[in-house]
C-alpha cells in the first residue's frame, strides 16, 4: 500500500478515518457506513472515543458543515452509545463551531496528526522497567486503565478495552510495570502503509519520569518487526505533543473531536 501523502489535508483526513477504522473494526458489535464522503465507524461500545464520524473531503460552507453534521447525527441514531465527529481544521470552513454548538455538541479534544520516518536517538538515560506484550486479562485491564485515568474518563467505559478484541497478530500493545505496578502503556497498528501509534498513556502519578518514551520506543520496535518498512504516524493530544516533536515526529494537521451531549 503506498503510503499518504503527509502535506494532503484530505490524505491525512483518510488516515484518521482509516486508524479509527482499524480500531473499531475489532469489536463484534462495529459497524462502518461509508457514503457520500462521510463515514462512520462505530465499534457501538460504550466508550465514545471508539464511536467515530468524520467528513473526507472539503466543506466549503458552514452550511455544509450543518448538512453533514445532520447526515451524521442521524447516522449515529443506529447505536445507543456517545459518538464523536472529526473536524479537520485544513478542511472545514470558519464557522462550524457555532453550528456544532447549536446542534447539542462540545469540544472533547483536540488532536494533533504527527509524522516521523523514525524515531531520533533518546537524549536522556531511559529509565528501567519490566515490559509485558498485551497478551492477558490482567495486560488487557491494565491498558485499558492507564487510558481511562489519562483521558480523565470513568473507568467503566474503557471496560469494553479490557480484552484481546484490539491485539490481533498484526498489531501490538505492551505495558511498562516498576516493581509490579502498570506505569505506562501504548499501542502500535497498521494503518495505509504506516505504523500508526495509539492508546499511549501514563498514570498521572508517574508521569515526567521517561516511562512514556521508553514505551514508546518499545512499541515502535517491536512493530517494526511486524508491520515492517513504513512512516510512523500518530495523532497527539496537546499533553503528548511535546514528547513526539522531542523524538523525531512533525504536525501535519488539527482534528477537533466533537462529542454529542450528555457522552461524557
Known amino acids: 500500500m503506498v503510503e499518504p501523502d503527509m502535506s494532503n489535508p484530505q490524505e491525512m483526513t483518510h488516515l484518521f478515518r482509516d486508524a479509527w477504522k482499524v480500531m473499531s473494526s475489532r469489536f463484534p458489535t462495529s459497524f462502518y457506513v461509508d457514503e457520500g464522503g462521510l463515514a462512520t465507524c462505530?465499534?457501538?461500545?460504550?466508550?465514545?472515543?471508539?464511536?467515530?464520524?468524520?467528513?473526507d473531503g472539503e466543506i466549503p460552507s458552514a452550511a455544509e458543515f450543518e448538512r453533514i453534521l445532520t447526515r451524521a447525527?442521524?447516522?449515529?441514531?443506529r447505536s445507543q452509545h456517545g459518538w464523536l465527529y472529526g473536524v479537520s481544521s485544513e478542511l472545514t470552513a470558519p464557522g462550524w463551531e457555532s453550528v456544532a454548538?447549536?446542534?447539542?455538541?462540545?469540544?472533547?479534544?483536540?488532536?494533533?496528526?504527527?509524522?516521523?520516518?523514525?524515531l531520533t536517538p533518546a537524549t536522556r538515560p531511559l529509565p528501567a522497567v519490566e515490559f509485558r506484550a498485551a497478551d492477558s486479562d490482567q495486560t488487557y485491564a491494565d491498558i485499558a486503565n492507564l487510558n481511562a485515568a489519562a483521558?480523565?474518563?470513568?473507568?467503566?467505559?474503557?471496560?469494553?478495552?479490557a480484552n484481546g478484541l484490539l491485539w490481533q497478530s498484526d498489531?501490538?500493545?505492551?505495558?511498562?510495570?516498576?516493581?509490579?505496578?502498570?506505569?505506562?502503556?501504548?499501542?502500535?497498528?497498521?494503518?495505509?502503509?504506516?505504523?500508526?501509534i495509539a492508546l499511549v498513556a501514563t498514570s498521572p502519578?508517574?508521569?515526567?519520569?521517561?516511562?512514556a518514551e521508553a514505551t514508546f520506543r518499545k512499541v515502535v520496535e517491536q512493530a517494526r518487526k511486524i508491520m515492517g518498512?513504513?512512516?510512523?504516524?500518530?495523532?497527539?493530544?496537546?499533553?503528548?505533543?511535546?514528547?513526539?516533536?522531542?523524538?523525531?515526529?512533525?504536525?501535519?494537521?488539527?482534528?477537533?473531536?466533537?462529542?454529542a451531549g450528555g457522552a461524557h
Request: charge should be negative; charged fraction near 15%.
Open 171 to 196: 498489531s501490538y500493545a505492551c505495558v511498562a510495570y516498576v516493581d509490579g505496578i502498570p506505569v505506562s502503556a501504548a499501542a502500535a497498528f497498521p494503518v495505509n502503509g504506516t505504523i500508526y
Open 42 to 55: 462505530f465499534a457501538d461500545v460504550p466508550l465514545f472515543f471508539l464511536n467515530l464520524s468524520i467528513y
Open 73 to 77: 447525527s442521524e447516522r449515529a441514531k
Open 229 to 259: 518498512p513504513g512512516k510512523l504516524t500518530l495523532h497527539a493530544t496537546e499533553a503528548g505533543g511535546r514528547l513526539y516533536q522531542e523524538i523525531g515526529f512533525e504536525h501535519i494537521g488539527k482534528f477537533t473531536l466533537l462529542v
Open 205 to 211: 502519578e508517574h508521569r515526567g519520569k521517561g516511562y
Open 151 to 161: 483521558y480523565g474518563v470513568p473507568a467503566e467505559l474503557f471496560e469494553c478495552m
Open 101 to 118: 454548538e447549536a446542534h447539542g455538541f462540545a469540544t472533547a479534544m483536540v488532536l494533533t496528526g504527527m509524522v516521523a520516518p523514525e
